[in-house]
């Protein structure tokens, strides 16, 4: 960090507006980038954006000159990115909403890639469920079986067959969303999850 900023990270400690605008100004076009890449909607990549620099002022009397302000800037991105992308997977309007920003912007190649990944993210994920459990999961995903049917076939009770589904699921949104790249991959694992869940 040069002594520039140094000096503007000073001058943001004491409430200098313009300070504020310049580090604005210096470090929003390549942070907006970076959210895109988690969140291809601009509205709300823009959202993030503002949420990022409400809360630098907000803290702004905890801000340490000496240390790395842009790795300071990143990570609460990353987590306002995280955040957000909870948010969408548990709220369907919003997860519509994306997917449809999502289509409208991405060329069908673009598309098509996330697909791809999708699959293999989920294919792996399956394969390395535990075997009992992996069998309930197939069982009831692509057989389309009941718990009742998985219950009588394997010989357990309709309430282990929930325990394995709802393991699974959270088994296979961990993997998805830590290996994922882009935000196609996280919303389809959420409308999985999601019909997965029903009792």
Not at 69 to 96: C, M, P, Q, W
Not at 112 to 119: A, G, I, S, V
């Amino acid at each position: 960090m040069g002594n520039d900023e140094a000096v503007l990270l000073g001058k943001l400690q004491g409430g200098d507006a313009d300070a504020f605008i310049t580090l604005y100004n210096q470090y929003s076009p390549s942070l907006y980038t970076y959210i895109l890449h988690f969140i291809n909607t601009p509205a709300l990549a823009e959202d993030v954006l503002q949420d990022v620099f409400i809360k630098i002022w907000e803290i702004r009397g905890r801000i340490k000159p000496e240390l790395s302000f842009s790795g300071y800037l990143y990570r609460i991105t990353r987590n306002h990115v995280f955040k957000l992308l909870k948010k969408i997977t548990a709220d369907e309007a919003l997860r519509l909403r994306v997917m449809q920003d999502l289509y409208q912007q991405t060329t069908d190649a673009d598309t098509l890639l996330q697909w791809k990944q999708y699959e293999t993210l989920l294919h792996t994920a399956i394969d390395r469920l535990p075997p009992q459990r992996q069998k309930v999961f197939r069982l009831c995903r692509e057989e389309l079986k009941s718990y009742e049917e998985v219950a009588r076939e394997l010989g357990i009770s309709r309430n282990t067959v929930k325990e394995h589904m709802m393991l699974a699921m959270k088994s296979i949104r961990f993997f998805v969303y830590s290996n994922a790249d882009g935000i196609l991959p996280l919303l389809l694992a959420a409308a999985l999850l999601k019909d997965i869940s029903r009792p």
